[in-house]
């Protein structure tokens, strides 16, 4: 049941609680359950269209080197009951989301229909399959804004926006390295790609997500108000550079939440950027940066 539901996955979802960690309303009670809601709600509805998604691609997954072990594609659960679970997940998700806001479920269906185009198109794009993922990635970070009822930066929005895109490609460079000659048996738009436009593709988005970033922590809003978040910015570069080493030197990117919880030097930048973060948006304040 865990990997049907792809719980591991469910760590692109804390996106949703950029919007309260850096409005410094984490600690406020009252911010908190609308935050948890939301990625409950995110988390069931991603894992409704996981399920559907290897439903559709049950026989191209038995031609993948390790999707093959997933449980429908093995037959571990049979195809009725991954359905009832992908719809019962979705109603779920939905539901809990509408209890949330308004917003909140208007953003969930926009999620939902991004995910049906995908499914029935848009994967079978090159550039356009990164992208619809990325957009998902923008989703879940507004999610978290419309939960709690702020605005969010939209240079923290770009920034998550070529985060999501650096990890898409680099997912696509692992599967074209992997899976050589039959990688289009398990993913179409791979026959559109070369190795060396993904490698310039990671590149190109990982220095996009450290500048955006960088500009967040000096000129966005957020930073005016809380000088102390341009000390967030060392984790993210160092867990940007950590994550490209280990994609060029390792050949590593074919599952980004793997490396989040296998990997050491990304974890520790993951706990130091939460930590600078809250630190600054609470008790840090910097007189020679302040404006």
């Not at 948890?36 to 995110?42: H, K, L, P």
């Not at 409704?48 to 997933?70: C, G, S, W």
């Not at 049979?78 to 809990?96: D, E, N, R």
């Not at 048996?185 to 436009?197: D, G, I, N, P, V």
Request: some cysteine.
């Amino acid at each position: 049941m865990i990997k049907l539901l792809r719980i591991k996955q469910w760590a692109k979802n804390l996106l949703v609680f950029a919007a309260p960690l850096f409005s410094g309303l984490s600690g406020h009670s009252h911010f908190v359950i609308p935050a948890i809601s939301a990625f409950v709600a995110m988390s069931l509805v991603s894992s409704a269209t996981y399920i559907f998604n290897d439903l559709l691609d049950v026989e191209r997954d038995r031609q993948h080197p390790t999707k093959r072990f997933r449980p429908l594609a093995s037959g571990a659960i049979s195809k009725p009951m991954g359905t009832a679970i992908a719809i019962a997940c979705l109603i779920l998700g939905v539901g809990i989301a509408a209890m949330v806001s308004r917003g909140s479920v208007g953003i969930v269906l926009i999620y939902l229909t991004l995910q049906v185009l995908y499914n029935w198109k848009l994967k079978r794009m090159p550039i356009a399959d990164v992208y619809t993922i990325a957009v998902g990635f923008i989703l879940r970070a507004v999610l978290g804004a419309a939960a709690i009822a702020v605005s969010i930066s939209g240079w923290l929005l770009f920034c998550t926006g070529a985060l999501a895109l650096m990890l898409g490609f680099a997912k696509r460079r692992n599967e074209f390295i992997v899976q050589g000659e039959d990688r289009t048996t398990s993913r179409e738009s791979l026959a559109h790609y070369s190795r060396s436009a993904l490698d310039v593709l990671v590149c190109m988005f990982a220095s996009g997500a450290a500048m955006c970033y960088a500009i967040y922590s000096l000129q966005s809003k957020t930073a005016h108000k809380y000088p102390g978040m341009i000390f967030t910015s060392v984790f993210v570069f160092y867990g940007i550079s950590r994550y490209v080493l280990l994609v060029f030197a390792a050949d590593e990117g074919g599952e980004p939440a793997d490396l989040l919880f296998k990997d050491k030097h990304i974890i520790f930048s993951v706990l130091g950027f939460v930590i600078a973060a809250g630190l600054a948006t609470n008790f840090v304040h910097v007189p020679l940066l302040e404006q």
